[in-house]
């Protein structure tokens, strides 16, 4: 028992050692609210991209972020807080928000499920949009939905250029649709694309992610008056 608690204080010593550049503590706050690629850190912290990448390597082995390969550009990558990690760091901003807005490509899954989890947690309004919609909302995330209880109404997909609003929080499940959009984005979301997939796991999976990453943002977001 002793040796464990000695390991655990070394581990919580080396996650506040890890914290305790401001920088570092920059990157963390910034991945609270979604993924970022390297270069967008950068940008926002000011540094260059061999000091970012020392940061990001101290982060990356105290397991407090992780990178996975763009869906959209391979040779993109997006850093993601390891949430679980910073169990007794958490820091939560409020900040007030007219609307959360939802986008993906099509505006045929990952969004859709964004709404209806966003719904769930949160009484700040939302909505969703695509860069490119479809037809129709996926089938596979219709019957997701169903089978874990959520509200999805079977509406027709949307451009955001239609959608968004002044006052929105944009938020991006999807690599492409980040990528690609024109208007300034507020936070990003790499959720894989359940219909490349196609498998009822694959969609129970995006929405798991989902799921965990709303209850992540909704305590920073408060509804703006009026």
Same mark, same amino acid.
């Given at each position: ?47 260059? +991209? ?57 505006? +045929? ?12 947690? +949160? ?104």
């Amino acid at each position: 028992m002793k040796t464990e608690r000695v390991a655990e204080i070394a581990r919580r010593a080396a996650l506040h050692a890890a914290l305790a550049d401001p920088a570092r503590l920059q990157i963390v706050d910034v991945l609270a609210l979604g993924d970022a690629a390297p270069s967008e850190l950068a940008e926002l912290l000011g540094v260059g +991209s061999n000091l970012l990448a020392h940061h990001l390597k101290v982060l990356e082995r105290e397991g407090l972020v992780v990178r996975t390969r763009s869906e959209g550009d391979g040779r993109r990558w997006y850093v993601r807080l390891v949430p679980e990690a910073l169990a007794a760091v958490q820091v939560r901003p409020v900040r007030e928000v007219a609307r959360v807005l939802f986008v993906c490509t099509a505006n +045929s899954a990952r969004s859709h499920l964004a709404t209806a989890v966003w719904r769930r947690v +949160s009484t700040v309004p939302t909505a969703s949009a695509g860069t490119h919609p479809a037809g129709r909302i996926a089938p596979g995330a219709m019957a997701a939905a169903r089978r874990h209880g959520l509200d999805l109404p079977a509406i027709t997909p949307q451009h955001v250029e239609a959608v968004r609003a002044l006052g929105d929080l944009v938020v991006t499940v999807c690599d492409r649709a980040h990528e690609e959009l024109q208007i300034p984005v507020d936070v990003h979301w790499s959720v894989p694309d359940p219909i490349g997939r196609g498998t009822p796991a694959a969609f129970d999976d995006a929405l798991a992610d989902l799921e965990r990453r709303a209850n992540a943002l909704a305590p920073h977001l408060a509804r703006q008056p009026g």
